[in-house]
């Protein structure tokens, strides 16, 4: 049995020590490092080869990568780095690796060519200024032979453990069985379908009732067919913390038959952060200092780990002494079966797919609540850059930055003062500004680069936020909006904001599912799927399922409320029958409730009346930034045969993903039809929608809209045992473009306000 593993993973397993070091190191963009790299290798001569795939075996192990040049006449290889700002800043450890990587290379070629010898070469491109430095030296094959089978003799113990363990997973899979007796009604139908997609290799869009299970019922099949399909990884990624937990307590279901299979949860940085307020290098934080070197012990015990979630990866990480987060960021490498946030595949830096590229790995997505996935694609890929803050920044820089950034701040002045209106829309972005974020953005990388300081530094936020914005300018096209929204500053001239708005993330999620041998979309409100299926860029013979769900239409009375209009204008006059409407329902059957509204300020203006009507009535409200343990507190009020309102917004974190069965919640009010604020932004979305897909009110509202309403209500019957009540609250709800857009099983009653 072989073991396949890239040059560059070889040599950062094997030949990386030191400290972990995040001080800023200015680096070029993905684009400025290929056109470096066209560069250097267009000034060679005749002959010069570039790209060159090569591949070589040690026992088991079968390294392969691409040298970026080799000049077979002059005996010649090159390992080409761009960078930015001055050499001699470069870590030590990062020129190591970089000469462990060519070495590699040129032990290769000589096996490739039966090369005696070879100039190793390393070129270090700085891209502002053009300049090549150029590190050479000779090796004999035999030096490099004996380079090339100590890396892999110290990584070979750990494939030949990888091997083995490869071997007990497939064994695993390949006997493995649904941990209940029988599946959901329509959780078989689920199952079926993902396991044929991933045979067939297709992409999947799975409409699926909340209740039967989706989670085990999609985890559980794309396992089975792991084996036969050869995937690598599976990659879980959803939008919310729940969402990590419901897949994490499936494979707890699954872990009987499946001892072996490793288990990775991915959290964001600033909830894995030990030490906050200390910079991420050796001579500020004790887990960065030596982390490379303390590093393969605690892989080790990692790896010997089947789940290695949030808990587990801080206990290890304490044990050895290493940063929790740069540990699961390692152990990304090696698990089976990786659950993180949608970022950590689809952003424009995300560790997933970068690894996925680096590796050549086989992958099958599994993307839950995958309607968040469209507004979660256009965050990602949309930027924004505000003059206020540039101003404050201006007063703390260093002397040496107020010039460009001086400069910055006129260009901004003159495009303000040159527009007519608040807001506007510009067919691209304004090479004025481009101009000056350039010359500003080049400012800090040199000043930066010569005072390495925390990532944390509003230098270096204003810096990263300027390449964003840079960026995304490149990939300017008509998915996209360019717009400069003005306000009155505290001197009565106006600020400015610029921002790159992706209205459709299709172009830039397309190539990362293409990365995909199969990928399974899920949830419960994927209505229409045309939507989904040209909003995010899945491809043309993508699957489409619906599946019936285990709910009959006698359990939940669904009741329009036409007398009420919920629209602005509307809002004072709906406050008290609203109230009311709530009141009534709930002394005729007490019990949990949860009311939505589409604001804050709409929440409390009916809650207000409710506590006025019936100051006996149990409530509690969503506030705003509530925090994990308030959003715990406020969930915890649902107790089985309890009774109470809780009142929350439409579309934030009790609207989906909250699990309350049974008693703990018998009835919901919708007091809005969840359509996007009626504004300049949001209108100037639908026009550009109508051109793109003839659908702009559909796209840009009405689909978004009630996306959210159908997860709200879904909160109230969760099991085939539930029985409950939703009040839909809006004459609009009697619209038959609305009425289409409702699950199928529920039986709209009009005009009823009896209680259930």
């Known amino acids: ?37 066209a560069t250097v290798t267009g000034r060679r001569g005749a002959g010069y080869r570039s790209e060159v795939s090569l591949e070589g075996d040690h026992g088991p192990l079968i390294v392969r990568g691409r040298c970026d040049g080799f000049d077979p006449t002059q005996q010649r290889v090159e390992e080409i780095k761009t960078y930015r700002g001055e050499l001699d800043a470069m870590p030590d450890n990062h020129r190591a690796l970089h000469w462990a990587q060519a070495r590699v290379y040129g032990c290769l070629l000589c096996r490739e060519y039966g090369l005696d010898s070879i100039d190793v070469t390393l ?6 200024r053009q300049e090549e430095t150029v590190l050479a030296e000779r090796y004999t094959a035999q030096a490099l032979e004996a380079f090339f089978a100590d890396l892999c003799e110290r990584f070979l113990h750990w494939a030949e453990q990888e091997m083995a363990h490869r071997a007990a997973c497939e064994a695993e899979l390949l006997g493995l069985s649904f941990p209940f007796p029988d599946f959901h009604p329509g959780q078989r139908q689920l199952a079926e379908t993902v396991y044929k997609a991933a ?10 009732p909340t209740g039967i299970g989706k989670t085990l019922g999609t985890l559980f099949p794309l396992l089975k067919a792991m084996p036969a399909e050869r995937f690598d990884r599976l990659f879980f990624l959803t939008a919310k913390t729940s969402g990590r937990q419901l897949a994490l307590d499936a494979l707890t279901q699954l872990r009987p038959d499946l001892p072996s ?64 987060y740069y540990l699961s960021q390692e152990l990304a490498r090696w698990a089976d079966l990786t659950i993180g946030d949608y ?17 050549g790995w086989r992958i099958a997505l599994l993307i839950d609540e995958a309607h968040n996935l469209v507004e979660r694609g256009r965050s990602m890929y949309s930027t924004t850059l505000d003059q206020a803050g540039l101003s404050a ?66 230098l270096m936020r204003w810096h990263f936020d300027i390449q964003a914005f840079l960026r995304l300018a490149e990939q300017f096209g008509e998915h996209s909006l360019f717009d400069l929204s003005l306000r009155s500053g505290p001197d009565g001239r106006p600020l400015g904001t610029f921002c790159l708005r992706n209205l459709v993330p299709a172009p830039f999620l397309a190539p990362r599912f293409a990365q995909s041998a199969s990928t399974v979309l899920f949830s419960a409100t994927l209505t229409p799927s045309d939507y989904y299926l040209r909003m995010l860029g899945l491809a043309e ?64 203006q009916v809650l207000a009346v409710v506590t006025a009507l019936a100051p006996e009535l149990p409530c509690w409200a969503q506030s705003r930034q509530m925090d994990e343990a308030a959003r715990h507190d406020f969930l915890a009020r649902f107790i089985p045969d309890g009774s109470g309102i809780g009142f929350a917004v439409l579309g934030g974190a009790f609207a989906e993903g909250v699990d309350l069965p ?28 109508q051109q793109l897909f003839g659908q702009g009110y559909d796209y840009a509202y009405l689909y978004p809209g009630l996306q959210k309403v159908v997860q709200a209500a879904g909160r109230v019957i969760r099991t085939p045992q539930d029985r409950g009540v939703v009040y839909l609250i809006d004459d609009r709800y009697d619209d038959s473009r609305v009425r289409k857009l409702l699950p199928r099983w529920w039986r709209v009653e009009r005009n009823s306000t009896d209680a259930w």
Not at 21 to 26: K, Q, S, Y
Not at 436 to 441: E, N, T
């Open 662 to 689: 049974g008693s703990r919640l018998i009835g919901a009010f919708v007091a809005t039809l969840g359509l996007p604020q009626f504004n300049p932004i949001n209108e100037q979305f639908r026009q550009r929608l």
């Open 261 to 324: 299979l490793r288990v990775l949860e991915l959290v964001a940085r600033d909830k894995a952060c030990v030490h906050p307020d200390l910079a991420c290098h050796g001579e500020s934080c004790p887990l960065a200092r030596g982390f490379y070197d303390r590093l393969p012990a605690a892989r080790a015990e990692a790896v010997a780990q089947a789940r290695l979630d949030q808990t587990s990866v801080r206990k290890l990480a304490e044990a050895h002494q290493v940063c929790p």
């Open 541 to 604: 013979d993508t699957a489409c399922l619906s599946v019936d769900g285990p709910f009959r239409p006698e359990q939940l009375s669904v009741r329009v409320v036409r007398a009420i209009s919920t629209r602005y204008s509307d809002r004072a006059a709906s406050l008290q029958p609203i109230a009311e409407l709530i009141v009534g329902q709930y002394q005729a059957r007490p019990g949990n409730y949860l009311a939505f509204f589409s604001s804050f300020a709409y929440l409390e």
């Open 1 to 37: 049995m072989s073991y396949r593993v890239a040059v560059r993973e070889l040599c950062e397993f094997a030949a990386k020590t030191g400290d972990l070091d995040l001080r800023f190191t200015p680096a070029p963009t993905a684009e400025e490092g290929i056109a470096g790299h």
């Open 123 to 128: 070129v270090y491109f700085q891209v502002d």
């Open 393 to 458: 920044l201006r007063r703390q820089a260093p002397a040496a930055l107020k010039k460009p950034l001086d400069a910055l701040q006129r260009t901004w002045r003159e495009l303000n003062a040159a527009q007519e209106q608040d807001y506007q829309v510009y067919p691209e972005p304004l090479s004025r500004l481009l101009g000056a974020l350039h010359k500003a953005d080049r400012a800090l990388a040199d000043h930066l680069d010569a005072q390495p300081i925390g990532p944390d530094s509003e």
């Open 343 to 359: 970022n950590y595949f689809f952003d424009s830096s995300a560790l997933l797919h970068s690894l996925t590229v680096t590796n």
């Open 199 to 208: 045979r067939l290799g297709r992409q999947l869009l799975a409409e699926a």
